[in-house]
């Protein structure tokens, strides 16, 4: 769990400096340890929006929900209004 934990940390890292394949992988990494890790699908459902992948974006964050993140499913709701096609 320490170890998505840090990756998680340093996708966030990343995604401020913009290196956002960087945070892709980052939080593919921890997803790949643990696929239950909330955090992870958050974050990179983060960084997919930041890339305006907003279909991946809220596919991860609606994974964050359903594991438990109350922030990810407002963030499902938000984007869902902007793009009500998705």
């Known amino acids: 769990p320490n170890a998505t934990t ?3 940390n340093r996708a966030v890292a990343h995604t401020e400096l913009g290196d956002y ?7 593919n990494l921890a997803i790949n340890i643990n696929p239950n890790d909330p955090l992870a699908y958050n974050n990179r459902g983060y960084i997919y929006e930041k890339m305006q ?3 991946e974006a809220v596919g991860d964050y609606q994974s964050a929900c359903d594991l438990g993140i109350e922030l990810s499913c407002k963030e499902v709701k938000r984007l869902s209004e902007i793009a009500p096609d998705l």
Request: hydrophobic share 45%.
């Open 21 to 27: 394949e960087a945070a892709l992988q980052d939080c």
């Open 53 to 55: 992948r907003i279909q």
């Open 6 to 8: 840090a990756l998680t």
